[in-house]
T-cell receptor, first 110, second 118 residues
Framework: DAKTTQPPSMDCAEGRAANLPCNHSTISGNEYVYWYRQIHSQGPQYIIHGLKNNETNEMASLIITEDRKSSTLILPHATLRDTAVYYCIVRGNTGNQFYFGTGTSLTVIP | GAVVSQHPSWVICKSGTSVKIECRSLDFQATTMFWYRQFPKQSLMLMATSNEGSKATYEQGVEKDKFLINHASLTLSTLTVTSAHPEDSSFYIC??????????????FGPGTRLTVL
């Protein structure tokens, strides 16, 4: 599975959009991009995933570049409860395992 | 989204004893479940893949005789930490794979079990 690179930490003002980048330059054609977040001392929470088209759900939007080598998770109106570690994971559709990197620690500031 | 539960949420045990942790998918069937371990200030580390009705597949460096995994039904997987020692103290998290129509699937995670070995 392709490896991902994320900035270790980011801050975002409450009410503003949080844009979390992820680099996955070695992604292959059948690999999906998944995003999860983990609030302290809890299990990871599924956010969104996509293959090549942009995706949106009630939590976030996922923007994948045309060459698929990077993506951005967008939380449109960040709240204090969005403070968490966000993980970007790339995995093939037929594969099983998720291997977590170090993620981005997002702090939403009042 | 789908719900996965774990029991217990926390456990304290004496060194040398065994501890069993349960992972259940509450509203979907999961032929595959996964067990992770997370030490403080670190990321999740995959320990093993649990397949219903067959033996678990362990990641390199994980002792299969120490971490016994059983996946006897489509909604339940158990992890038993045998002869636990203080270095086994960690946050253990399970996930269950939900397969969706169209071929994509995703994993839903349990809330985790905090194990402290004295």
């Amino acid at each position: 599975d392709a490896k991902t690179t994320q900035p270790p930490s980011m801050d975002c003002a409450e009410g503003r959009a949080a844009n979390l980048p992820c680099n996955h330059s070695t992604i292959s054609g059948n690999e999906y991009v998944y995003w999860y977040r983990q609030i302290h001392s809890q299990g990871p929470q599924y956010i969104i995933h996509g293959l090549k088209n942009n995706e949106t759900n009630e939590m976030a939007s996922l923007i994948i570049t045309e060459d698929r080598k990077s993506s951005t998770l967008i939380l449109p109106h960040a709240t204090l409860r969005d403070t968490a570690v966000y993980y970007c994971i790339v995995r093939g559709n037929t594969g099983n395992q998720f291997y977590f990197g170090t993620g981005t620690s997002l702090t939403v500031i009042p | 989204g789908a719900v996965v539960s774990q029991h217990p949420s926390w456990v304290i045990c004496k060194s040398g004893t065994s501890v069993k942790i349960e992972c259940r998918s509450l509203d979907f069937q999961a032929t595959t479940m996964f067990w992770y371990r997370q030490f403080p200030k670190q990321s999740l580390m995959l320990m093993a893949t649990s397949n219903e009705g067959s033996k678990a597949t362990y990641e390199q460096g994980v002792e299969k005789d120490k971490f016994l995994i059983n996946h006897a039904s489509l909604t339940l997987s158990t992890l038993t930490v045998t002869s636990a020692h203080p270095e086994d103290s960690s946050f253990y998290i399970c996930s269950a794979r939900e397969t969706r129509q169209g071929g994509t699937d995703t994993q839903y995670f349990g809330p985790g079990t905090r194990l402290t070995v004295l």
